[in-house]
């Protein structure tokens, strides 16, 4: 019976894993967007997104970069 609980424990995990990247996911495609409109400050997409904003300005560099700005 504790191979079920085991089991059961370790796939209720990995299924919460899935929601936390998944969650992260959005939240980053969110931030995103909103730095491509250049509307919002990166500390207002923080705020916005629920992303720190170190991790926003990550995104913000991968956006200048793939357009050669800096």
């Known amino acids: 019976m504790m191979r079920g609980a085991l089991i059961e424990t370790s796939a209720r995990t990995i299924l919460n894993q899935g929601k936390s990247q998944g969650i992260s996911e959005t939240?980053?495609?969110t931030a995103l967007r909103m730095l491509k409109?250049?509307?919002?400050?990166?500390?207002?997409?923080a705020e916005d997104s629920g992303?720190?904003?170190a991790e926003v300005e990550q995104l913000a560099g991968g956006i200048r970069?793939?357009?050669g700005t800096n």
């Not at 409109?37 to 997409?45: F, M, Q, S």
């Open 27 to 29: 939240k980053k495609e």
């Open 37 to 45: 409109r250049g509307k919002l400050t990166i500390e207002e997409i």
């Open 51 to 53: 992303l720190s904003v």
């Open 65 to 67: 970069s793939s357009f």
